[in-house]
């Protein structure tokens, strides 16, 4: 029987298997029960099985393993392919776990600094929750939007747990610090909220017993009928100024304050009703007469103006009142009749005004003498011939007689 042989081992005649390494060889075991051929394809195996964890390992660097546990499986498998009962290039296995060793040590730099980037990150994430809790707390508690502030409150808490479970375990100093001025912060927070609720209900419970008052004066006016409106007019003011009792008992307040109102305003409507109806014949008078008076309109005398609008005027109090709606319609008629008279009553007296007239003799004495002056201006430069001369004099000459004539008008 001869020996068997391959690259890295061998099979003796007596079935003993040998692996070649750099400084000779060395026995690895025997198949006693078969052939040369399978002895080496099972040892070939055993190498195989090795060459395989040595790349799992390769593979499970390059995915970030922890470092501690690559470099206890470097050491095991360094340990296994040294004495390794296999086939095959042993000594490229331990090259491979030789560089395998240096990268543990770039795995666990690298780590490391991912880890101090992480804890960074995370520090100037819970750091920015504190200071929006702060802000928050800074506010002025009677500004705030409480249903507002307590969704980011809780928003602001809920974050911080999922950082403190998902992110990376932060240094216990810097940790208690931030966790301290949040927990400071939330505190303040519903110190201010509880503070701000307790001084609502107190203006709210203030409010309902002052509205609840006034609810019960409207009532007490029911028999007074529409005379009682002054009085419920008032109240109304203060109720205004009592302040809010919150949206449900506002509302219910109100609703029987109005149905107070409405008895009253009910009953004035009633008597409205009743008086329009008796106010309307007086309606169809005054419309006749102040048609009537429309026609002083045409009339240029002051005096006969005067006296047909004195009559209208009178015959119009003596009608008596018209309905509500109808007061203001027919009343700006007969005001521009009465204010046509006395436009032409005012044009009168200026026309008349002794002190004007006085005035304006004084002025037409002076602006004739210009006049008679312009005149004989204008005959001695006509006389002289000088052209720019006679202008001159025509021009000042005409604008004299036109103030004359508009003042003789």
């Known amino acids: 029987m001869t020996d068997q042989k391959t690259p890295w081992g061998r099979v ?31 040892f070939e195996r055993k190498f195989t099985e090795l060459a395989g964890q040595v790349t799992l390992l390769e593979q499970r660097v390059k995915r970030g ?40 040590t770039e795995l666990t730099e690298k780590q490391q600094a991912e880890a101090k980037a992480a804890i960074a990150a995370a520090l100037a994430e819970r750091e920015a929750l504190v200071v929006e809790a702060e802000k928050l707390a800074a506010q002025d508690p009677a500004k705030a939007q409480w249903k507002t502030v307590t969704a980011q409150v809780d928003d602001l808490f809920a974050r911080w747990q999922k950082q403190q479970t998902e992110g990376p375990r932060l240094p216990k100093g810097e940790d208690n610090d931030l966790w301290k001025r949040f927990r400071a912060a939330r505190t303040t927070i519903d110190s201010h909220r509880r503070a701000f609720f307790a001084e609502l209900d107190s203006q709210h419970r203030d409010a309902r017993n002052a509205k609840q008052a006034l609810v019960e004066k409207a009532e007490a006016l029911a028999s007074k009928g529409p005379d009682g409106i002054p009085a419920y007019r008032a109240l109304l003011d203060e109720w205004k100024l009592a302040g809010r009792a919150g949206k449900k008992i506002d509302d219910s307040l109100w609703a029987k304050f109005k149905a107070a109102g409405d008895v009253l305003y009910a009953a004035k409507s009633e008597i409205d009703a009743q008086e329009n109806a008796e106010f309307d014949a007086n309606l169809k008078l005054k419309l006749e007469l102040v048609a009537e008076a429309e026609g002083i309109l045409k009339i240029t005398d002051r005096a006969k103006a005067k006296e047909a609008l004195f009559s209208v005027q009178k015959r119009w109090d003596a009608i008596g009142k018209v309905p509500r709606d109808q007061v203001r319609v027919i009343e700006d008629r007969l005001r521009k009749v009465e204010n046509a008279v006395r436009k032409l009553d005012e044009e009168h007296w200026q026309k008349s005004n002794p002190e004007r007239q006085q005035r304006e003799q004084g002025f037409l004495g002076q602006l004739n003498e210009a006049i008679a002056k312009l005149e004989q201006e204008l005959a001695d430069a006509k006389a002289s011939g000088d052209k720019k001369k006679i202008a001159a004099a025509k021009e000042a000459l005409d604008a004299r007689k036109a103030w004359l004539g508009a003042l003789s008008s």
């Not at 060395?26 to 394809?41: F, H």
């Not at 004495?83 to 560089?99: F, K, W, Y």
């Open 12 to 42: 003796d005649e007596t079935g003993t298997v040998y692996v070649r390494e750099a400084d000779g060889e060395r026995a690895v075991g025997s198949y006693p029960d078969g052939t040369p051929e399978e002895a080496l394809a099972y």
């Open 65 to 104: 393993a922890s470092p501690s546990d690559v470099s206890k499986a470097v050491a095991t498998l360094t340990a296994t392919v040294t004495t390794a009962n296999a086939v095959g290039d042993l000594q490229s296995l331990a090259t491979r776990l030789e560089a395998l060793g240096g990268a543990v």
